[in-house]
């Protein structure tokens, strides 16, 4: 008999807020985090506006991480330390397993240490910039000795962190798995480099109407900002110790389209055989899908082919699928995306409730499925999923179910 995974925390920051609580509550209001970007003079620039962080950040986060530890980190590195660290503190007693049960997985596709860091303080740069240093970190304030490492697979990474957490699970590789990520690109050449691209919005008169997935008007995503973090462990082993369960990670897939570097497979065929393979995985049906968290970007070729690969794949009923995107207040967290929307999802089942997509004011003609726009909606479910798709080719899809 193969093994339930559990989830048993979970947390976010991003703009919405600086826990999983405060997110979830503006989300459900339908409130943007997008604004005029503050951290630097954005007035050479295409694209001017962002999801950053609250100003508090800074005062919060010292809460977590001591002044002399903080100077060999990057700001992104540290929205995945206090994440993680306010989930852990609540929700896992780090001393019932053995330290070697214990791994931590990261999705991290940089960590931030940008043009503006080095202006901060240049110091401390091998450090700063090590792909490793959100999990490295997390092992040694903690004292886990078991596997610690990184995954980088662009916006999929943390979807992929996830996966792997699961694998180790059921294969008892750990009784319990850390999992974190944090991701920023609101600096001047990350922001020149999607404008070439032309992947931004570069709605700047209107910051908290520029993200608008599934909107005849989108023009393209919002960065933001932030970090998710989840633990998960065996189901038997979570009861034994007395944990809150939140939700059952069911299964997930992780795929490579082999197509383009930048653009999905067309008619979103890759995007379809990643979503059928994880309803395999976790061995359920379509018609057991209640609510899908899209990769709903809010650019062109990303939301017609989600919308394609979704109807192609659940047929009619896609059309009784509420479908929400995340991203339509919180802007796109790159790295960070798949466990901040993974969290979201779980959240979603604890509540029964989905939040509404924001700025759905002009929609697509092409793309009619049931988006929830204007306000949140109560909604019974048993089974969740959530899509993440990365440049490369990089896709994943993850299975949550209600846990009772």
Not at 16 to 42: A, E, P, Y
Not at 240 to 250: D, T
Request: some cysteine.
């Amino acid at each position: 008999m193969s093994k339930k995974v559990v989830i048993t925390s979970i947390n976010t920051i991003n703009a919405l807020g600086l826990n999983i609580d405060d997110c979830w509550q503006n989300l459900l209001k339908g409130k943007s985090g997008v604004k005029n970007i503050s951290s630097f003079d954005t007035s050479g620039l295409e694209t001017r506006i962002a999801a950053e962080l609250p100003a508090e950040f800074e005062d919060y986060a010292s809460n977590f991480v001591k002044r002399r530890i903080s100077k060999q980190m990057t700001r992104v590195t540290k929205m995945g330390i206090v994440c993680a660290k306010e989930g852990i503190g609540k929700h896992f007693d780090t001393e019932y397993y053995p330290k070697e049960r214990v791994a931590v997985i990261a999705g991290v596709v940089n960590t931030g240490y940008s043009s503006l860091e080095k202006q901060k303080d240049d110091k401390n740069s091998i450090l700063k910039a090590m792909n490793n240093s959100l999990s490295a970190w997390l092992s040694m304030d903690h004292g886990f000795t078991g596997p610690n490492f990184s995954i980088a697979t662009t916006c999929a990474s943390s979807a992929y962190a996830i996966s792997l957490g699961y694998e180790m699970i059921v294969n008892d590789q750990a009784d319990a798995v850390v999992i974190a990520s944090a991701d920023s690109v609101i600096n001047p050449e990350e922001i020149m480099g999607f404008n070439e691209l032309y992947a931004l919005s570069t709605r700047n008169d209107n910051p908290e109407l520029a993200s608008c997935p599934f909107s005849n008007d989108r023009d393209g995503f919002v960065i933001g900002e932030g970090a998710g973090a989840m633990i998960i462990e065996s189901e038997e082993k979570a009861k034994k110790r007395g944990a809150s369960i939140f939700a059952e990670l069911a299964g997930y897939a992780i795929t490579s389209e082999a197509y383009n570097i930048v653009s999905p497979k067309e008619n979103g065929e890759g995007m379809l055989f990643n979503m059928d393979k994880a309803l395999s995985h976790a061995k359920v049906e379509t018609s057991d899908i209640n609510h899908i968290n899209a990769h709903g970007t809010s650019t062109t070729l990303n939301d017609k082919y989600e919308t394609l690969a979704i109807k192609n794949l659940f047929g009619k009923n896609s059309y009784n699928i509420p479908v929400i995107s995340s991203k339509s207040m919180i802007g796109h967290t790159i790295g960070a995306a798949g466990i901040i929307e993974g969290v979201i999802t779980v959240k979603s089942l604890i509540e029964q409730q989905i939040h509404p997509t924001a700025n759905l004011i002009n929609p697509d003609p092409e793309l009619d499925l049931d988006y929830v726009p204007g306000k949140a909606r109560k909604h019974n479910m048993q089974y969740a999923i959530s899509n993440s798709f990365g440049f490369g080719g990089h896709n994943a899809t993850l299975v949550f179910k209600k846990y009772v």
